[in-house]
Every structure is written in C-alpha cells, then in structure tokens.
C-alpha cells in the first residue's frame, strides 16, 4: 500500500511543531525561566502553534501553504521565546520600581535581540508572503479556520513589530540605565 504522497510532509509539520512546543517550554535555571515570557504572550504564541499544527493537516493547497508557513515560523518562534519575549515579563516589575540587581541576566536577552533584530524583521517580510498566501489560498478553498489564522498571524507580526520587539529593547536600556545609577555590578 502507497502512502499518500502528503504523509511525510504532514508528519514532519507534526514532529516540527511537537519539538517547537517542547522546545519553548520554561525550563529551570536559565536567565530565560527566571525572567519568564508573559502568560499572555506565551498562551498567545501555543494558540497560533496549535491553529498552524491544525491547518497543516488540511489537504489541498491550504496544508501545503501552511506546511511551507510552519517551516518559516519554527526557528522564528523558538528565536523569539529565547530572546524577545521574556525581556518583557520584566515590565511590570520596572514599572513597580523593584530593584534591578536581579533583572541584570536580561541584558544577554537584549543585547541579542538588539544585534539580531534586522535580520528578525527580514524574517517578518517572509512569513508575512507565506502568511498572505495561506490566507487567499485558505479563502479560495472555503477553509475559514486557516483565513483567520492567517490574519491572526498578521496582527500578530504587526504587534511583534510595532510594540513587543521595541520594548524588549527598552527593557534592556531601562535595566542598564538603572544599574549604572545604582552601581549595581553586571
């Protein structure tokens, strides 16, 4: 018996986003899981996986377009909950006034997304080509749930853009500034 000629493509979306979940979650001692990514945002970022691990199950050229998606957003996302999400867990506590000494291991995180951020924005430009394909071909297709995870996945590169990634930069800024004037020691 033949397999379907989709199946190792599926399968592979599959095991791609199972090792993405796996991969983004907390894990203990590292500066990551001390300062921690929102829940919202992370809630935010395991819904999308979870609408995209769906829609690379349909058939048609919707699974395919999601499917080409997936395999654009794997490194991104897994990228974006190392170094630009969790800089901003630390905003609550900045605004509070709390004491930076212990904020200072966000300063990798920053200085990472800082160095990194012209070529993560490059990536925006892709995924927002494959995201627009995958919602006209998800409409053409009568496949609702795929359109509107293909402009959830628009508003949410527009959000990453326009707010996230800036204020994890601030964040950054914000600690070292304060650490300086505190002669708190890196």
Known sequence: MRPHPAAPARAAATITFALLLATTLPSGGSAQSAIGIPVAMKAEHDSIHQQLVRATRASGAT????????ALLHPHFVREEQIALPPLGLLAPLARGEPVAAMLPVLALTDSLR?????????????????????????????????????????????????????AVLVGEVVRSRAASKGAKR
């Not at 395919?64 to 998606?69: G, K, S």
């Not at 409409?139 to 990453?160: C, S, V």
């Open 115 to 167: 160095a990194e951020l012209p070529r993560m924005l490059e990536e925006h430009k892709a995924i927002h080509a494959a995201t627009a394909h995958l919602g006209k071909v998800a409409r053409g297709e009568g496949n609702a749930e795929a359109a509107a995870l293909a402009a959830t996945l628009a508003e949410h590169a527009a959000a990453e853009e326009q707010l996230f990634y800036p204020a």
């Open 63 to 70: 699974g395919t377009a999601a499917r080409e998606l997936a």
